[in-house]
């Protein structure tokens, strides 16, 4: 989950074709939709932040998910910023091999769910967001595979009823969104 220091950044130069691809984009429960494409066509926001990726990848039975450690959020699922240039598609698949050792492809061509993370002055520098395009992977025969987590990061599949503490706030909203379709 490291900053790699050349990400797309909002706001930034317009970005329509990313505007597009958050409109196109079908759960929205926290409401950033339209602030982050007018942002992402050239316009302000209230807090600067980065354009961010999450892996949604729920087992062939859609009753467990896999999580990541995070040092300052709890479990949350795998993700990272999008790199200047980078495909958002491209860069889930990326930060999902790079945060558990999973080679995955999303399970459709556009994100599923935005979901937005307010990050507090502190560590991570001044109060910005984290605007995340949330794609869904199926694990399929990849279930049974053993997770190679970054260091400080523990990876693990957790069922939907009981999933782990400290977590991310957004999980028990996006969890039956995602896990119903």
Known sequence: ???PGRTVDVPGPARPDLAA???SIPHDPFGHRAELTAALQGGATR?????????WVFADDDRE????????LGWVTPGGHVELGEAPAVASARELREETGLELTPSSDGPEVLHSQLFPDGPTG????HHNLGYLFAAGAARSWEPVAEPGAPVGWFRLEALPAPRAHD??????LLSSR
Request: hydrophobic share 50%.
């Open 171 to 176: 999980l028990d909203v996006i969890v039956p």
């Open 1 to 3: 989950m490291g900053f």
């Open 65 to 72: 998910l896999l999580l990541v450690r995070h040092r300052l």
């Open 126 to 129: 001044p109060t910005h967001w």
């Open 47 to 55: 807090e600067p932040g980065h354009l961010c990726v999450t892996a």
């Open 21 to 23: 691809l958050v409109r």
